[in-house]
């Protein structure tokens, strides 16, 4: 199935409009949250094929040892002969690692096992929490080129997301709509306030995206509340629905968007790209 079928005129409708929108600089985004299972990655590859599908142009760093976002993008294990590893490491160049995808305008830096013992690597390295951002500063011009950079990271505070948030312009948080994911937000919250304090002033919240969200269950919409009244606005209006077909996809070696472009995931995460292109075009402040 081509990207081209997700011109499909009820979503060429919703998006066209915002293809044009103002931009105000690139961004780079860690799309972070130390508890795994909670919709991280598959928010990272859904919604960077909604932003390439209205002709962005997006890189997503491939920053989990389980490389899910490759294998959710369809990128081989004997294609990955560069990766984010070797690039952490400073045996490559970023942009010598950089694979295009079967998507159009979306490009990734591949993830390997060999990531997995980066941080003890790391350890005795100078400048260990900026190895990523000194790859971005060598590779200037590449980044330049995309709109949007997403680093989806492990599913743990270490040394790997360290080195996201110190390289990132601000912060994606996909929260799963459960009890026990607002404890993890607070500490979530306060680990960003560290890197703001001591590595990256620049660091800001992105936004929040609801996961998982069931509308069966009253949990869900009181986590909701509670996550709106404490962050405001940085919480999107749009929510990603529990969804099978969402969950079947990286199987296939695709996004949702192109496994199943009319699931109700799938408009979701169409949803989410439209409201994030809409909040680019505010005013800053």
Same mark, same amino acid.
């Given at each position: 199935m081509s990207v081209k079928t997700l011109s499909d005129q009820s $979503?060429?409708?919703?998006? #066209?409009?915002l293809a044009k929108a103002t931009e105000r600089g690139r961004r780079v985004i860690a799309v972070v949250n130390q508890k795994g299972g909670v919709g991280k990655t598959t928010t990272a590859i859904n919604l960077a094929t909604a932003l390439a599908a209205v002709k962005? /142009?997006?890189? $997503?760093?491939?920053? @989990?040892?389980q490389g899910n976002a490759s294998t959710g993008l369809g990128v081989?294990?004997?294609?990955?002969?560069?990766? /984010?590893?070797?690039?952490?490491?400073? @045996?490559? #160049?970023?942009r010598e690692a950089i694979l295009a995808t079967s998507i159009p305008g979306l490009h990734i830096v591949p993830s390997t096992i060999d990531l997995s013992g980066a941080e003890l690597e790391l350890v005795p390295m100078e400048r260990r929490n900026f190895r990523l951002r000194d790859a971005f500063f060598d590779a200037d011009q590449a980044i330049k080129s995309y709109d949007y950079v997403l680093i989806d990271c492990p599913p743990s505070l270490n040394l790997l997301t360290l080195n996201a948030l110190t390289a990132a312009k601000s912060v994606l948080v996909p929260l799963q709509c459960e009890f026990f994911a607002l404890e993890g937000l607070s500490l979530l919250l306060k680990t960003i306030e560290r890197v703001r304090a001591n590595f990256n002033p620049d660091l800001d919240i992105f936004g929040i995206v609801l996961t998982m969200f069931d509308r069966r269950n009253n949990l869900s919409d009181q986590v909701a509340a509670d996550v709106r009244s404490y962050l405001g606005d940085k919480v999107y @209006?749009?929510? $990603?629905?529990?969804?099978?077909?969402? /969950? *079947?996809?990286? /199987?296939h070696g695709k996004p949702a968007l192109l496994y199943d472009y009319k699931c109700a995931g799938s408009q979701a995460y $169409?949803?989410? #790209?439209? *409201?994030?292109?809409?909040?680019e075009r505010r005013p800053a402040a």
């Open positions: $979503i060429e409708a919703t998006l #066209a409009e962005k /142009s997006v890189l $997503i760093i491939d920053l @989990d040892p081989e294990m004997r294609d990955r002969k560069r990766s /984010s590893y070797e690039v952490l490491m400073g @045996d490559v #160049a970023l @209006d749009t929510v $990603i629905p529990r969804n099978v077909r969402v /969950s *079947e996809a990286p /199987s $169409i949803k989410l #790209a439209t *409201e994030v292109l809409r909040r």
